[in-house]
């Protein structure tokens, strides 16, 4: 049963570092900006999500 929690969590946040990579990606901010927030939240899938989340750019998602 443990595996089966941790495959659950890991899905999930697999799926958050796939939505912050979309709203990074359609976000206003300058194209190395993005580059670098990218990267971060696909190396350090955690952290770098927590780091987003925290002090990401703020700019206007176009839609």
């Known amino acids: 049963m443990g595996s ?3 495959g659950l ?6 799926a958050l570092d796939i939505w912050a990579i979309i709203n990074i990606a359609r976000s206003g ?3 190395p900006k993005k580059v670098i927030w990218i990267l971060v939240v ?3 899938p955690v952290l770098g999500l927590i780091i987003w989340a925290v002090a990401g750019p703020r700019g206007n998602v176009k839609g």
């Open 4 to 6: 089966t929690l941790g």
């Open 9 to 14: 969590i890991s899905l999930i946040i697999f």
């Open 29 to 31: 901010a300058d194209i």
């Open 42 to 44: 696909a190396i350090l």
